[in-house]
């Protein structure tokens, strides 16, 4: 009977593991007192062991109710094997015209994604690197509390 029970655990964990939303790489990181400076650019390194497969590639921002604007541009840092070192500019939405927030929450914090790259084939296996850098007018950037990166295989 002692054995029985650690066994349906697990069991119950790997079935709740199989059924949930699966991600290839998924890493958050809390940006310090809730205060973006431009210097400080959240790094993500992800090792691609198969460049054949697609991925989506997602980035993570979490703010609370007290953030000032509706929206968060974004310059994302991506290098590695056969990629030209390079940084593309995005815009996330974060509120509404009417001023609610956008995503989901849990208490006074948003969380929302956006879609970087769908569908999208690595070059060649290795260590790629990608690095978040707010482009905001604000600097530091106040009430952004956490910044992260998430890859899906297809």
């Known amino acids: 009977m002692k054995m029985l029970k650690p066994f349906v655990m697990g069991m119950v964990t ?62 994302v840092h991506e290098n590695g094997p056969k990629l030209r070192d390079t ?16 995503g989901k929450s849990a208490g006074s914090l948003y969380e929302n994604q956006l879609l970087l790259k769908e569908n999208f084939s690595f070059p060649d296996t290795g260590k790629y690197t990608f690095a978040v850098e707010q482009n905001m007018r604000e600097n530091p950037l106040r ?8 890859i899906k295989k297809r």
Request: proline share 2%; aromatic share 16%; glycine share 4%.
């Open 14 to 75: 790997m079935l709740a593991l199989a059924c949930g939303d699966q991600h290839f790489f998924e890493k958050n990181v809390a940006i310090p007192n809730r205060s973006w400076n431009y210097s400080e650019m959240p790094k993500f390194e992800v090792a691609i062991t198969d460049n054949k497969a697609t991925y989506d590639i997602w980035i993570n921002v979490r703010n609370t109710g007290e953030y000032n604007y509706a929206n968060l541009f974004l310059l």
């Open 87 to 102: 940084a593309f500019r995005y815009e996330l939405k974060l509120a509404e015209v009417d001023g609610r927030w956008t």
């Open 143 to 150: 009430d952004i509390t956490d910044i992260g990166i998430k």
